[in-house]
Protein backbone atom coordinates (compact mmCIF):
# COMPACT_ATOMS: atom_id res chain seq x y z
CA UNK A 1 0.00 0.00 0.00
CA UNK A 2 2.99 1.89 0.99
CA UNK A 3 4.49 1.93 -2.44
CA UNK A 4 1.26 2.56 -4.25
CA UNK A 5 1.19 5.82 -2.45
CA UNK A 6 4.56 6.92 -3.00
CA UNK A 7 4.20 5.44 -7.02
CA UNK A 8 0.95 7.79 -6.77
CA UNK A 9 2.78 11.43 -5.45
CA UNK A 10 5.58 10.41 -8.04
CA UNK A 11 3.38 10.16 -10.82
CA UNK A 12 1.83 13.26 -9.90
CA UNK A 13 4.79 15.44 -9.51
CA UNK A 14 5.67 14.49 -13.13
CA UNK A 15 2.14 14.86 -14.68
CA UNK A 16 2.39 18.21 -12.83
CA UNK A 17 5.56 18.71 -14.69
CA UNK A 18 4.42 17.76 -17.70
CA UNK A 19 1.32 20.43 -17.65
CA UNK A 20 3.02 23.15 -16.54
CA UNK A 21 5.17 22.35 -19.78
CA UNK A 22 2.45 21.75 -22.08
CA UNK A 23 0.62 24.79 -21.15
CA UNK A 24 3.35 27.37 -20.81
CA UNK A 25 5.59 26.33 -24.05
CA UNK A 26 2.68 25.13 -26.81
CA UNK A 27 0.93 28.29 -26.18
CA UNK A 28 -1.30 29.65 -29.84
CA UNK A 29 -1.65 33.27 -28.71
CA UNK A 30 -5.39 34.64 -29.05
CA UNK A 31 -5.27 38.33 -30.43
CA UNK A 32 -8.28 39.33 -29.87
CA UNK A 33 -8.47 37.96 -25.98
CA UNK A 34 -4.82 39.09 -25.32
CA UNK A 35 -4.99 34.99 -24.01
CA UNK A 36 -3.87 31.84 -26.23
CA UNK A 37 -4.43 27.93 -26.53
CA UNK A 38 -2.15 25.17 -24.99
CA UNK A 39 -2.22 21.70 -24.90
CA UNK A 40 -2.16 21.05 -21.27
CA UNK A 41 -6.09 20.44 -21.28
CA UNK A 42 -5.03 17.33 -22.64
CA UNK A 43 -3.03 16.28 -19.88
CA UNK A 44 -5.30 17.76 -16.81
CA UNK A 45 -7.88 14.79 -18.10
CA UNK A 46 -5.15 12.26 -18.62
CA UNK A 47 -3.94 13.21 -14.83
CA UNK A 48 -7.29 12.49 -13.83
CA UNK A 49 -7.48 9.15 -16.06
CA UNK A 50 -4.46 8.02 -14.48
CA UNK A 51 -4.29 9.47 -11.03
CA UNK A 52 -7.79 10.00 -9.97
CA UNK A 53 -9.92 12.34 -8.46
CA UNK A 54 -7.58 13.53 -5.86
CA UNK A 55 -3.78 12.98 -7.04
CA UNK A 56 -5.37 13.87 -10.66
CA UNK A 57 -6.88 16.95 -9.63
CA UNK A 58 -3.79 18.04 -7.39
CA UNK A 59 -1.81 17.97 -10.57
CA UNK A 60 -3.53 19.03 -12.71
CA UNK A 61 -4.42 22.50 -10.77
CA UNK A 62 -0.50 22.75 -9.66
CA UNK A 63 0.21 22.08 -12.96
CA UNK A 64 -1.72 24.91 -14.76
CA UNK A 65 -1.41 27.25 -11.90
CA UNK A 66 2.37 27.34 -12.09
CA UNK A 67 2.17 27.67 -15.93
CA UNK A 68 -0.01 30.56 -15.59
CA UNK A 69 2.50 32.26 -13.12
CA UNK A 70 5.13 31.48 -15.61
CA UNK A 71 3.38 32.82 -18.28
CA UNK A 72 2.59 36.46 -17.01
CA UNK A 73 -1.13 35.27 -16.11
CA UNK A 74 -0.69 35.37 -12.40
CA UNK A 75 -4.57 36.93 -11.88
CA UNK A 76 -5.91 33.42 -13.54
CA UNK A 77 -3.33 31.29 -11.30
CA UNK A 78 -6.70 30.62 -8.30
CA UNK A 79 -9.22 30.52 -11.22
CA UNK A 80 -6.88 28.00 -12.75
CA UNK A 81 -6.48 25.80 -10.11
CA UNK A 82 -9.84 25.71 -9.08
CA UNK A 83 -10.91 24.89 -12.46
CA UNK A 84 -8.31 22.29 -14.09
CA UNK A 85 -8.73 20.52 -10.52
CA UNK A 86 -12.36 19.93 -10.99
CA UNK A 87 -12.22 19.22 -15.03
CA UNK A 88 -9.87 16.55 -13.47
CA UNK A 89 -12.16 15.14 -10.59
CA UNK A 90 -15.12 15.51 -13.21
CA UNK A 91 -13.47 13.44 -15.63
CA UNK A 92 -12.08 10.61 -13.39
CA UNK A 93 -15.47 10.25 -11.48
CA UNK A 94 -17.92 10.70 -14.55
CA UNK A 95 -15.71 8.19 -16.59
CA UNK A 96 -15.57 5.37 -13.76
CA UNK A 97 -19.72 5.98 -13.49
CA UNK A 98 -20.31 5.50 -17.92
CA UNK A 99 -17.55 2.72 -17.44
CA UNK A 100 -18.99 1.13 -14.60
CA UNK A 101 -22.50 1.24 -16.15
CA UNK A 102 -21.70 0.15 -19.78
CA UNK A 103 -18.12 -1.96 -19.48
CA UNK A 104 -15.28 -2.01 -21.70
CA UNK A 105 -16.91 -2.32 -24.79
CA UNK A 106 -18.04 1.29 -24.45
CA UNK A 107 -14.73 2.86 -23.44
CA UNK A 108 -14.09 4.99 -25.59
CA UNK A 109 -17.48 6.97 -25.90
CA UNK A 110 -17.19 6.90 -21.96
CA UNK A 111 -14.03 8.67 -22.64
CA UNK A 112 -15.09 11.49 -25.01
CA UNK A 113 -18.39 12.23 -22.96
CA UNK A 114 -15.89 12.53 -20.12
CA UNK A 115 -13.80 14.71 -21.48
CA UNK A 116 -16.23 16.92 -23.39
CA UNK A 117 -17.87 17.61 -19.70
CA UNK A 118 -14.65 18.33 -18.18
CA UNK A 119 -13.65 21.00 -21.29
CA UNK A 120 -16.91 22.55 -20.59
CA UNK A 121 -16.45 23.16 -16.90
CA UNK A 122 -13.40 25.09 -18.25
CA UNK A 123 -15.23 26.92 -20.71
CA UNK A 124 -17.77 28.07 -18.00
CA UNK A 125 -15.30 27.94 -15.32
CA UNK A 126 -13.03 30.60 -17.57
CA UNK A 127 -16.01 32.41 -18.60
CA UNK A 128 -17.36 33.36 -15.08
CA UNK A 129 -13.99 33.93 -13.45
CA UNK A 130 -13.95 36.56 -16.05
CA UNK A 131 -16.87 37.76 -15.78
CA UNK A 132 -17.51 38.13 -12.24
CA UNK A 133 -14.36 38.09 -10.53
CA UNK A 134 -12.44 40.30 -13.20
CA UNK A 135 -15.25 42.14 -13.98
CA UNK A 136 -15.54 42.05 -17.86
CA UNK A 137 -18.71 41.17 -17.92
CA UNK A 138 -19.85 39.67 -20.90
CA UNK A 139 -16.69 41.03 -22.68
CA UNK A 140 -15.73 37.93 -21.25
CA UNK A 141 -17.79 35.71 -24.11
CA UNK A 142 -15.09 36.56 -26.07
CA UNK A 143 -12.88 33.60 -24.58
CA UNK A 144 -15.44 31.02 -25.29
CA UNK A 145 -15.03 29.99 -29.06
CA UNK A 146 -11.27 29.81 -28.04
CA UNK A 147 -11.49 27.94 -25.00
CA UNK A 148 -14.10 25.27 -27.05
CA UNK A 149 -11.59 25.14 -29.90
CA UNK A 150 -8.11 24.15 -27.27
CA UNK A 151 -11.06 22.00 -25.04
CA UNK A 152 -11.85 19.76 -28.57
CA UNK A 153 -7.95 19.47 -29.11
CA UNK A 154 -7.94 18.56 -24.99
CA UNK A 155 -10.73 16.19 -25.84
CA UNK A 156 -9.30 14.32 -29.19
CA UNK A 157 -5.78 14.07 -28.15
CA UNK A 158 -6.48 12.62 -24.31
CA UNK A 159 -8.93 10.32 -25.98
CA UNK A 160 -6.21 9.24 -28.21
CA UNK A 161 -3.48 8.50 -25.69
CA UNK A 162 -5.49 7.08 -23.15
CA UNK A 163 -6.62 4.78 -25.36
CA UNK A 164 -2.92 4.03 -25.65
CA UNK A 165 -2.40 3.56 -22.33
CA UNK A 166 -4.81 1.39 -22.16
CA UNK A 167 -3.50 -0.90 -24.87
CA UNK A 168 0.37 -0.76 -22.83
CA UNK A 169 -1.60 -1.99 -19.87
CA UNK A 170 -0.14 0.55 -18.08
CA UNK A 171 -0.93 0.55 -14.03
CA UNK A 172 0.05 2.87 -11.38
Known amino acids: MKIEKIRKIVFAALLTAIICVATFVVQIPIPATGGYV ?3 DCFVIISGYILGGFYGALAA ?3 SGLADILAGYAQYAPATFVIKA ?3 IAFY ?3 KAIFKAFGEKYSIISKIISAIIAELIMV ?3 FAYEAVILHYGLSAAASIV ?3 MQGLVA ?3 SVIITTAIDKIKFKI
Do not use: R
Request: no cysteine; charged share 0%; proline share 5%.
Open 61 to 63: GLG
Open 93 to 95: FIY
Open 124 to 126: GGY
Open 155 to 157: VIA
Open 38 to 40: NLG
Open 146 to 148: PNL
Open 86 to 88: IMA
